[in-house]
């Protein structure tokens, strides 16, 4: 089974620290994404990255960078969080295909900005 | 990707079938449909996804619309466990963004 983990269920944060959220996957996936779930917004894409060392915007990257310095591990970092990155982040995989490339997603993170 | 349009919320009867719709009228020939769900506070799961046929697995049927403007994605008999909300995406796979919309939340009702 694939299996995609994400470092930590539940973080707790004061306003302007920094903060590291990591997402690890075995089934050797090219592509790899961030998303941020807010209610009544749905998924919202941060980042993806198709490739090791590459990255691409999605339609909010605002307040976040990435990091994907091997395939199986995709880091997203708040640098200075504040109480409006209060959300769920979740984290997926797939292959770099054109047909077969569903996404695998991790469990999710929750983090709260106080 | 194109976009696409769920309603915001259906119920539906235990062991009833769930027809939820999706449009995506601007969707391109090489861009498959794809459907997940998403159980309370778990992350999405895959549930099945076609190019223009109708498909069909353990867990649902997919029908897809001649002109691929539309597409149903079918819970045959319903259950309790049904109950979350669904994403109907478009994409084309390779080094595209993947992005979700809003859903459709599913209530199975006793």
């Known amino acids: 089974d694939v299996k995609v983990t994400q470092s930590s269920r539940y973080l707790v944060k004061r306003t302007g620290e920094k903060v590291f959220l990591e997402c690890v996957q075995d089934m050797d996936h090219e592509n790899m994404f961030w998303y941020r779930q807010d209610p009544g917004l749905g998924l919202r894409l941060i980042y993806f990255s198709y490739d090791v060392k590459m990255k691409e915007k999605g339609d909010i990257p605002e307040g976040y960078s990435v990091s994907r310095e091997k395939k199986e591990r995709f880091s997203l970092i708040l640098e200075s969080t504040s109480t409006n990155q209060t959300s769920m982040y979740l984290c997926?995989?797939?292959?770099?295909?054109?047909?077969?490339?569903?996404?695998?997603f991790g469990e999710g993170s929750r983090l709260t900005v106080l | 990707d194109a976009k696409t349009t769920q309603p915001p919320s259906m119920d539906c009867a235990e062991g009833r079938a769930a027809n939820l719709p999706c449009n995506h009228s601007t969707i391109s020939g090489n861009e498959y449909v794809y459907w997940y769900r998403q159980i309370h506070s778990q992350g999405p799961q895959y549930i099945i996804h076609g190019l223009k046929n109708n498909e069909t697995n353990e867990m649902a049927s997919l029908i897809i619309t001649e002109d691929r403007k539309s597409s149903t994605l079918i819970l045959p008999h319903a259950t309790l466990r049904d109950t979350a909300v669904y994403y109907c995406i478009v994409r084309v796979g390779g080094y595209q963004k993947v992005t979700f919309g809003t859903g459709t939340k599913l209530q199975v009702i006793p």
């Open positions: 997926a995989s797939s292959f770099r295909t054109t047909n077969t490339g569903e996404l695998f």
